[in-house]
């Protein structure tokens, strides 16, 4: 499926009209249920394979953050054949107590995996605790790069930002 195709398959799939609050606090008409797109196989699958390409090179650890990016993850490791940890927003006070489940970040080059950036604030935050675990961070891949502000934090905090869409090209893709 081609990369407009699968932007407009996204765009049915995922917009919902109404009025809402983001993770950012930011109001909103308009969302998209990313769950919608991430649940779907086919779409899913389409996305793994898209977005494969953005994968830097010299990457170890896929880490996939709850919750949204655990999907994105799984399919990509599947189709990659690259390691997946899945970052939870706060450690375990019991059990492993790890900040990362999955494949070991200590001293690997781990690539963020997320749904959608908005400002980036949760990645900013998983990106710390995954550095004081030893990871290398330095790269963000994303599915949808909701408003430049995400992309522009990340980059403040060295972080190179790949998003297969933007919202705009996901808006334009239904017209």
């Given at each position: ?6 932007a ?9 009209s ?10 909103s008409?308009?969302?998209?249920d990313?769950?919608?797109f ?8 389409a996305?793994?394979?898209e ?16 919750m ?11 189709h ?32 963020i995996?997320?749904?959608?950036v908005t ?5 900013l935050?998983s990106?710390?605790e995954?550095r ?7 790269h963000?891949?994303c599915v ?5 502000d995400?992309r522009?934090?990340?980059?403040a ?18 017209e």
């Amino acid at each position: 499926m081609s990369k407009q195709v699968l932007a407009r398959e996204i765009y049915a799939a995922s917009r919902l009209s109404g009025e809402f609050t983001l993770r950012s606090g930011q109001q909103s008409d308009t969302y998209f249920d990313k769950y919608m797109f991430e649940a779907n196989p086919r779409l899913l699958s389409a996305i793994a394979a898209e977005l494969s390409p953005y994968i830097p090179v010299g990457t170890h650890v896929l880490a996939g953050l709850e919750m949204g990016g655990i999907a994105i993850a799984t399919a990509l490791s599947l189709h990659t054949n690259i390691c997946a940890a899945f970052v939870r927003k706060q450690a375990k006070t019991y059990g492993t107590r790890k900040i990362a489940e999955g494949c070991e970040v200590r001293g690997q080059n781990v690539c963020i995996i997320e749904d959608v950036v908005t400002t980036g604030g949760q990645i900013l935050q998983s990106v710390k605790e995954l550095r004081d675990a030893g990871a290398i961070v330095q790269h963000v891949v994303c599915v949808i790069e909701r408003h430049p502000d995400g992309r522009a934090n990340l980059e403040a905090a060295g972080l190179k930002l790949h998003a297969l869409l933007t919202m705009e090209e996901l808006i334009n893709s239904a017209e």
